[in-house]
Each structure stands twice: as C-alpha cells, then as structure tokens.
C-alpha cells in the first residue's frame, strides 16, 4: 500500500462535515484518519474560496446544518423526542415485573390499608411481600452496582447509532473497562430496551447486460485475502433521499472489510462504479496492479467504461453468476450493516444532508466499527495488526 491521495470529493466531504457537526477539527480528522493539520488546511481553503449566497450542491446553510444535527440525534439515539411515552408512575415503572409493581403498591399503601388486605385485593401473599421487604437492600446495592455499566453500555449503543447489540457492545465495553460478563449486558440492555438492529430484505438494483460477456469468477465464494490490496469486492445499493433516490457504489478489501473506496450519486450509470474505483486507487496510494476485482454481473460492472479503468489500474475482474447474491456475499452483507444502522429510523431531505450522513458513517465504520469477522477489531485496527508484506504468491487468485 502507498500513501492515500485524498480526491477532491473526499476533502470536500471532510470539510463539510466540520462545518456541519460543529466539532472541533481534530476530532473529525481522528474519525477520518487524516491529518489535522491537512484537514485544518482544507477547511482554511474552502472558507476563503466559498462564494457568499451559494447555493446548490455547495456549503450548507444553517437551516441545513441544525436539520442534519437533530437528523443525527435521531439516528443516535440521543434524547427524547417529543412523542416519547411518559415514564411508568410509581405503581408499575419501566423494568417492573408483573409482581414487582404490586409489591411496590402494596408497601407505598400498608399504612393506610393493612398489608393483609393489600394483599388479598392484589391476590398475593403477605409472606411473599415480606420476603421482598427484607431483600430491598440487595435490590438497592444491585440497582447502585448497575448504575455505572448501564451509562457506559448506553454511551456505546447510542455511539453506534443504535445498530449495536449484546456482542459487540460487551466487546466495547472489555477493550474500554476490563472484564464484564456478557449476560450483565444483556440484563442491563433489557431493562432500558436496548437492542442491536435487524433489517428486512429490500429489493436488488442489479440489471445484468446479457449481451456482454462477463469476466470469471476467480474468487468462487472465498471471501478473503491475505493481504490488504489482494481482493476487493463492490456493489451497488439505493438510498432514498427526499421524494428521490440516491445510489451507493462501493469497494471493499476482502482483507479487513475496510471501504476503501466509494461513490454517491443521483445515476447508476457506468460512471458511479468507475468514480468509486477510482476513489479506491487513490485511497491506497494510486498503485494497485494485480488486485483483483470482483462484483455481480450488473450492466455497470460489465461496461467499457469500467474495463477500461480496470485495465488502466492494472485491476483483474471477477463476476459471480447472474442473481445469486452468495456470490457477491461480502458486498451485500455490508450493505445490509450500512441500512440497518445509518439508514433505518433516519430521513434525509437534501443531497447534501445525505452525502454527509453516509460519508460520517462510512468514516466510523473504519476505524471504529467492530467486525465480528475481525475479531471485534475495526477494520483498520484489523489491517494496522495484521500488516505484512505481500508476496507474489499473495498475488495469484
């Protein structure tokens, strides 16, 4: 791998979303993996070269920016929104079991009923009560003892959008705080309504072009790589933006699951997946001959335009076989991870409030997100410990 050339589009992203979130630039920069002072330089540049009134596809306008900030609350999980439920009352509160609540009933009313006559209208018995009694300082001590893992296990939930469930929030919260057991989280996930989000299937973009041969396919469902910059995998997906549609292409290192490289645009034109190899190339340092390709056989994939950016790059292509998504499974499980966690509960009314959602989440998914097919580790973490040099061997599919 050699040195990342940052495209124009990635710099205006990064600008953008400073400019955007309100946060100061080196957190951003950590977020994105760059430089501080590049991305400082960045921003310097944009602000002095922006035009004042410009509209469009430019900068956002304020209106823009405090929509994009509460859209991101939604996301996250952060706050209560106005049409939240109020909170239990003091007879059967969120967490209380069925009896639980008239244990509590009956102890906030004994003095002015009797507790034989609470619990002869509640149908429960007077020893049963007692016995709750007498553990109130267990509860109390257990409740003070939760306190502390709870905040922290929302703290993460909400940092991952809401997408994260029990595993990967007990990997968090091990790497963070030391041991934990994982059915404390589940217990403590429970008791709040926390959970990790799932996704129901959506319907398929690709259109192959039957006219066109397509290329082997040289990865036959393995997909992994020794090495970063072996084997990528891309595809195409949809997001829906206003009363639009916005398409997502991308390129993922078999390796680490890293994206390397991606392309936002309002077309699914040949024009997007060439945009997002190219953003791949100059991601890894402009230098990939011998990585090798491999997509579904959509008529994008299959274009001249596509096997001549291939071609130019030195990149061999791979096609799994028509309407079977086992084939491109890396490529389509991450698309299922990018709308189960930034696209579900969210609405994005502009362009720009899209772009800069996606480019956020395509950042934290990087260098924070944990990958169970990792090891928990997030793919740059994955390829920082398991870097190596790549021999010739490494180069043969």
């Given at each position: 791998?050699?040195t ?35 991305l ?10 922006a ?44 967490g ?22 609470l619990c ?11 016995r709750?009694i007498?553990a109130?300082?267990?509860r ?59 996704l ?20 036959g ?34 390796h ?17 997946v ?49 309407g ?21 509960g ?12 996606v ?16 090891g ?22």
């Amino acid at each position: 791998m050699g040195t990342a050339r940052y495209s124009g589009e990635f710099k205006r992203d990064a600008v953008a979303l400073v400019e955007s979130s309100g946060r100061r630039v080196s957190a951003v920069a950590r977020e994105l993996g760059v430089n501080p002072e590049s991305l400082r330089q960045w921003v310097a540049r944009s602000r002095a070269q922006a035009p004042s009134g410009a509209g469009g596809e430019g900068p956002l306008t304020p209106a823009e920016r405090e929509e994009l900030r509460r859209l991101r609350g939604q996301v996250r999980g952060v706050g209560a929104g106005e049409g939240d439920p109020a909170e239990g009352g003091s007879v059967f509160c969120q967490g209380d079991g069925p009896m639980t609540g008239r244990w509590r009933f009956i102890s906030d009313h004994r003095d002015l009923y009797g507790v034989q006559r609470l619990c002869r209208v509640l149908s429960v018995s007077a020893s049963g009560f007692y016995r709750w009694i007498r553990a109130t300082p267990v509860r109390v001590a257990r409740k003070a003892a939760d306190e502390v893992p709870a905040g922290r296990i929302e703290e993460i939930h909400g940092e991952s959008n809401g997408a994260y469930g029990v595993p990967r929030i007990t990997r968090e919260l091990r790497e963070r705080h030391g041991a934990v057991n994982h059915k404390r989280v589940a217990r403590l996930m429970r008791e709040r309504g926390l959970a990790g989000r799932r996704l129901r299937r959506t319907v398929r973009t690709t259109i192959a072009d039957r006219t066109v041969p397509p290329a082997p396919d040289l990865v036959g469902r393995v997909f992994a790589a020794p090495a970063p910059d072996v084997r990528w995998c891309g595809d195409i997906t949809y997001l829906p933006v206003g009363g639009s549609w916005m398409y997502l292409a991308t390129v993922i290192d078999m390796h680490s699951r890293r994206v390397v490289g991606w392309s936002l645009a309002e077309h699914m034109r040949a024009g997007l997946v060439v945009d997002a190899v190219r953003s791949a190339v100059a991601a890894r340092g402009g230098d990939v001959r011998g990585v090798l390709f491999h997509s579904d056989r959509g008529a994008q994939y299959t274009s001249a335009a596509f096997a001549e950016v291939c071609r130019a790059y030195g990149i061999r292509r791979s096609m799994g076989r028509v309407g079977s998504s086992y084939d491109n499974a890396m490529a389509e499980s991450f698309f299922a991870t990018l709308k189960r966690e930034l696209l579900y509960g969210s609405r994005w009314l502009t362009r720009p409030q899209a772009r800069m959602a996606v480019f956020a989440w395509m950042a934290w998914y990087n260098h924070r997100r944990r990958h169970s097919a990792l090891g928990y580790r997030s793919p740059v973490d994955y390829e920082r410990q398991h870097a190596r040099p790549v021999t010739n061997l490494d180069l043969v599919a």
